[in-house]
């Protein structure tokens, strides 16, 4: 959970997946409640399939904070330079979440960089986010799995 | 399709102040349990002078003013048509519970994918302590087609 038994930075690292709770209607009013997003289409199902969906589908920006938990399991987040998500389909309720990360470039520069490419995968397969983050990996602070 | 001439139109700027509690409830919601992101003594401990605002909730903040989504409102945009398509956060400097921060967002893009009937606007938003950037933010909007 820290940098003592954190990953090794290096070209095609993989960090341990994060596989989270099954997405309920509550933790989706909890995610509604917290994040301030109240789009009906997250929490109210008559609004949902009047606006032609079979059900409420989760926030997208519940599995981007997903892939912020993944990430900060294993590094500081002061380290965290920038994080970027393309999402590619709805997360349905009931959905069960896999975050992935795999350490793609390693770059130095002003300060050496790590390049993780990211992703959200539930039950089915369906990749529902995508993306990447950039991550501070000073030499000094590489620690061995 | 969405006016082009909405690119470079301002939102409302507001500022906000990161409330721990609602950081604590973030974190219920989203699942963490690290100490470091709910007890204000573990974050201090880490090195952190109160809670950390944990790399997504910025995009919180930056709903919480009404005027965020007014203008979605006022293009006629229904919203059960919208989608999030895509999200970037770049990072300069830790923001934490307490500290009063500044959005101010502005319309960036507009374009359109007529053959799927898709339109995009794109908000780009930065967020600033004083004077001192905090983030900058990149929201990709999908406005879905009424014929979809």
Not at chain 1, 32 to 44: E, I, L
Not at chain 1, 70 to 80: A, G, K, V, Y
Request: hydrophobic fraction near 45%; charged fraction near 25%; proline fraction near 5%.
């Amino acid at each position: 959970m820290n940098a003592t038994t954190g990953i090794t930075w290096v070209v095609g690292a993989e960090l341990p997946d994060l596989a989270v709770e099954p997405v309920s209607r509550t933790t989706l009013a909890k995610y509604a409640g917290a994040s301030g997003d109240y789009n009906p289409m997250h929490v109210d199902i008559d609004a949902a399939r009047a606006a032609g969906s079979p059900d409420v589908f989760a926030h997208g920006m519940l599995s981007m904070a997903y892939l912020g938990r993944l990430l900060t399991r294993w590094f500081p987040q002061r380290h965290l330079r920038s994080l970027r998500v393309r999402f590619r389909a709805l997360t349905p309720i009931h959905a069960r979440p896999v975050c992935s990360g795999r350490v793609v470039a390693i770059e130095e520069g002003r300060e050496r960089l790590a390049r993780i490419e990211l992703s959200v995968a539930v039950q089915d397969g369906t990749v529902t986010a995508a993306g990447e983050a950039v991550v501070a990996c000073p030499a000094e602070e590489r620690a061995v799995v | 399709m969405i006016d082009r001439a909405l690119i470079g139109a301002a939102l409302p700027a507001h500022d906000e102040i990161v409330d721990r509690s609602r950081l604590r409830r973030f974190a219920e919601a989203i699942g963490e349990t690290d100490p470091v992101y709910v007890d204000v003594a573990s974050a201090r401990a880490a090195g952190h002078p109160d809670l950390p605002v944990p790399p997504t909730f910025l995009f919180c903040l930056e709903m919480d003013d009404p005027g965020a989504f007014a203008f979605q409102a006022e293009l006629g945009i229904d919203t059960g048509r919208v989608r999030h398509g895509e999200q970037t956060f770049e990072y300069h400097a830790m923001a934490h519970a307490g500290d009063r921060l500044h959005i101010a967002s502005l319309i960036s893009d507009v374009y359109s994918r007529e053959q799927r009937q898709l339109d995009f606007i794109v908000k780009s938003t930065r967020i600033t302590r004083d004077d001192e950037l905090i983030a900058t933010m990149r929201n990709v909007i999908v406005i879905l087609g009424e014929d979809r």
